[in-house]
């Protein structure tokens, strides 16, 4: 009986050249981001006292600046809830369209995919700059921005729950000969509501989020007053405003937490 | 004897449902009426404004003819060094955001035998802060710290993801599998070398491919941070948008849009080698 051979581990892997390179890469590009970024933590702590100035006044909220706020904060609201709307209405043709198991022209999916895929890729700051430029200052802009930034991000998500549904329903409506709509409306849709009712609140919140800041550049809401307050150097209004966005943020998280848990 | 075939008792009134059940559609169905109609006319619609037509044949035709001759030019102000710019605050941002979160993760994590979960319940709030203030509003204030420029959108993107990435490691914590922890201990080891030879190895491919996810969010942050000041393509973004440069914003669209596909791809790729 020949004893068995012990494994013997390869040059590379005793020498852990996988690790190693890898390690060198990141540190490699982290060091050449520290360069162009020009990154120095000494800065930051001889400037330390500016900023814990600036956390000082912000500690002490103006607090008679919230009967002002109010207004802006249901615009924000009424932004995001149009916003998720139109952007939904828009998201579920296209979700359709690129859902593998619906549509088997591959062309035509692979299309819709592409259009959706770079809809995604666009900041939404960067879209409201734009449709600032188009629609002037004000809600208008903001509603826009939101339904295409909803848009591309609930068509992916509907059409990856449209690709998990049960095809039983749909292949017995097929064989008695229903219509594509037909099919539609009685076999996918009742499969998929509540997963689509939970994704349009989810992107509602992400929305609130954002729609906070898109007033900064001019597109309506509660970021307006927030640009307006840092620009003259009101940190005590800043910090109201903050804390504002903060509350409405929490409570329309809690209000679609407590619905989507009703709905599943 | 006598077999009873037929049914005698008829069965009980059908069980009707409750009041609320039965018309609890239609109570959604105003609640839903009452918020959109509250959402239409609680806001002033601008409409469109007289010059809307022109600006917006203007801006199709500066997306339709990019400024090639941007691109790059040699003077560090040009399309690919600030595109690169971007990439960098996005990486070293999400890097040392993610090494801060490690902690926060380790102090969110709800544990098995603790006590009314006064830890995991504090540091999941602090999370919950963190996520929903501003990014903009922190690049703003490190911008007041350092000046403006790419360092204060390090900090600002650095700062903002540990309240994501947090959040992300604790579950991860949370639901890991706990089988190396308990085989070191019952070998005899102590907590360090616990945590050192089973949890982190457990832990580590998980927290790499979050970290990778997230590192695809800050690229789209940065690239929107130059904006307020904080480095990056925004400033020559918002530059071009404020003087109606069209075809300038053109070409940093596309250069954004490559940047953010590109990105997603290779984060993609690097994160199904990993689970």
Known sequence: ?264 | MNMQTTMTNKPEKPVHLNPWRRWSWLIWLILVAGVYTWAITGLHFTGLQESAGSVSKSIVHGLVNPDWAYVYNGSGEDLVSLIIQTLAIALLGTFVSALISVPFAFWAARGEHEWGHLRSGSGKIVLTLIRTFPEIVLAIMFIKAVGPGSYAGVLAVSIHSIGMLGKLFSEAIENMDRGAEEAIVSAGGNSPQVFMLATIPTIMPEFISYTLYRFEIAVRSASILGMVGAGGIGTPMIFAIQTRAWSRVGIILLGIVVMVLLIDTLSEQLRKRLI
């Open chain 1, 1 to 264: 009986m020949t004893t068995p051979e012990i494994p013997q581990r390869s040059w590379s892997q005793r020498w852990h050249v996988k690790g190693v390179g890898w390690t060198a890469l990141l540190v490699a590009l982290l060091v050449g981001s520290s360069k162009m970024t020009g990154v120095d933590v000494g800065m930051f702590f001889s400037n330390f006292d500016q900023f814990t100035n600036l956390l000082v006044r912000m500690s002490q909220p103006a607090w008679s600046y919230v009967p002002i706020i109010i207004q802006p904060l249901y615009e924000t609201i009424q932004m995001a809830i149009l916003g998720t709307t139109i952007g939904t209405v828009f998201a579920v043709p296209f979700a359709v369209l690129a859902a593998s198991n619906l549509v088997h022209n591959q062309w035509l999916r692979g299309i819709i995919r592409l259009i959706l895929d770079l809809v995604r890729t666009l900041p939404d700051l960067l879209l409201a700059a734009i449709f600032v430029a188009i629609f002037g200052i004000g809600s208008t802009a903001g509603v826009i921005t939101l339904a295409i930034f909803s848009f591309g991000m609930i068509s992916k998500l509907f059409y990856e729950v449209i690709e998990t549904i049960d095809m039983g329903p749909l292949e017995a409506m097929e064989s008695v000969g229903a219509s594509k709509v037909t099919i539609i409306w009685y076999a996918v849709l009742p499969q998929i509501m509540n997963q689509f009712v939970s994704y349009f609140l989810y992107t509602l919140e992400i929305n609130v989020r954002a729609s906070t800041v898109l007033g900064y550049l001019g597109a309506g809401g509660i970021g307006v007053f927030l640009q307006r307050s840092l620009s003259e150097f009101d940190y005590n209004k800043t910090a109201v405003i903050i804390l504002a966005m903060l509350v409405v943020v929490m409570v329309i998280d809690g209000v679609s937490n407590h619905l989507r848990r009703v709905l599943l």
